[in-house]
């Protein structure tokens, strides 16, 4: 097949364009620039995309003889990645950039390119596996090392997406293999550090990033009673269970600390509480999406049993799942109503739910809301 290999200058990426080039693919190497005014080169294992990434990517594809290109994505990722962060931080949710980024970046843009210059595939150095059935069609499925496991941001993908999508580290059973991998074929990234954090927040500083970009207004911190203990300089800059920086002035009549329990940016307010009532068993999800063909239940819409993850590196817990469709703006779309087996807790509108069932991603919503059955509404 004809490859176009996504090159992020890391060692996952570099080791899944040489297997691509070993199985006797055609593969050509692209690295995207996501950004115009790059910052100083990373330190650490901070962050993404540098500058930095973009020579490693270059001498990982000079060493495998494929052609190298840099493709310029900065104003699609600025629109949809980055002011989705921001305009999701202002109405009070908690978004991952990450998963916009594969929906909209590495699998929609990228791939849209892709197929238009006539290749057959994207291949990335994500950790997850595309099965096909019996059919002919693909389902995505987690990797064979569950502890890298990424098939949670990759929940995103669309049926047609997976068709063109290439992930040649599935089965490999740990990074230090990779890492070894890369090592035996001179690639000079085999001991770089991973990326982590929000690549456009090159110091981590996610509050003080957000003030600059979303006005904020000083506002109250009441407790789970609705009662005044505390003030803010802003709701946005704060998430779902957060526990420092509430600077309240009023301590809890038990002595413990308290939690950022909901956000509510049209009151300006932040609710704060116990530990406890930070336990939800009930999401709401809107955005749905499938990963694959839809199981026969999604267009019955009977309640089925799966697991529900909604951290990419949280523990999926046992679920019962139904679709319904709703209106929404004149136009009938649908709605996911997630029934956790075991309570979850720091679970934000904003957040993405992946519905597992077994290895197998059925498919992905964001949260609309999130509750406990057992608690009355917060006042």
Not at 51 to 59: F, I, L, T, Y
Not at 194 to 201: G, K
Not at 251 to 264: C, H, N, Q, S, T
Request: some cysteine; glycine content about 10%; proline content about 5%.
């Amino acid at each position: 097949m004809r490859v176009l290999a996504a090159m992020s200058g890391g060692v996952d990426s570099a080791v899944a364009a040489a297997r691509a080039v070993e199985a006797g693919h055609d593969v050509v190497g692209v690295h995207l620039a996501l950004s115009r005014m790059p910052g100083t080169l990373r330190t650490g294992s901070r962050g993404c995309c540098t500058v930095e990434d973009s020579n490693d990517a270059w001498r990982a594809c000079d060493l495998l003889g494929i052609p190298y290109y840099v493709w310029d994505f900065s104003e699609r990722f600025k629109e949809d990645v980055v002011q989705d962060f921001i305009d999701e931080y202002a109405a009070g949710r908690t978004p991952n950039p990450c998963m916009r980024c594969n929906e909209r970046i590495k699998f929609a843009a990228l791939l849209e390119k892709a197929i238009a210059l006539g290749f057959d595939a994207v291949c990335t150095g994500h950790y997850a596996k595309v099965i096909t059935d019996a059919d002919g069609n693909p389902e995505l499925h987690r990797a064979a090392d569950w502890a890298k496991d990424q098939s949670y941001v990759l929940g995103v993908l669309t049926h047609e997406q997976l068709k063109h999508s290439m992930f040649p580290l599935a089965d490999t059973p740990s990074k230090a293999e990779v890492r070894a991998e890369a090592e035996r074929r001179g690639l000079s990234v085999a001991k770089k550090p991973d990326s982590h954090d929000i690549c456009f927040i090159s110091d981590g500083d996610t509050a003080g990033w957000l003030a600059e970009k979303i006005q904020m207004t000083p506002g109250d911190i009441v407790d789970e009673t609705g009662t005044k203990v505390g003030g803010h300089d802003g709701a946005n800059q704060f998430t779902v269970g957060q526990r420092r920086g509430l600077k309240l002035g009023t301590p809890a009549a038990d002595g413990k600390p308290r939690f950022v329990l909901e956000i509510r940016p049209k009151e300006n307010k932040v609710v704060v509480g116990p530990h406890a009532l930070l336990a939800i068993d009930e999401l709401k999800g809107i955005k749905v999406s499938w990963a694959g063909l839809p199981i026969a239940e999604v267009a019955t819409g009977e309640e089925f049993d799966c697991h529900a993850q909604v951290r990419a590196h949280g523990d999926p817990v046992p679920a019962r799942a139904r679709v319904t469709m709703v209106m929404d703006d004149g136009v009938s779309r649908q709605a996911l109503t997630v029934t956790l087996g075991e309570p979850l807790r720091g679970v934000a509108p904003g957040q993405t739910v992946v519905l597992y069932q077994g290895t197998r991603v059925l498919g992905q919503a964001t949260i609309d809301s999130a509750r406990s059955l057992a608690r009355p509404e917060l006042p």
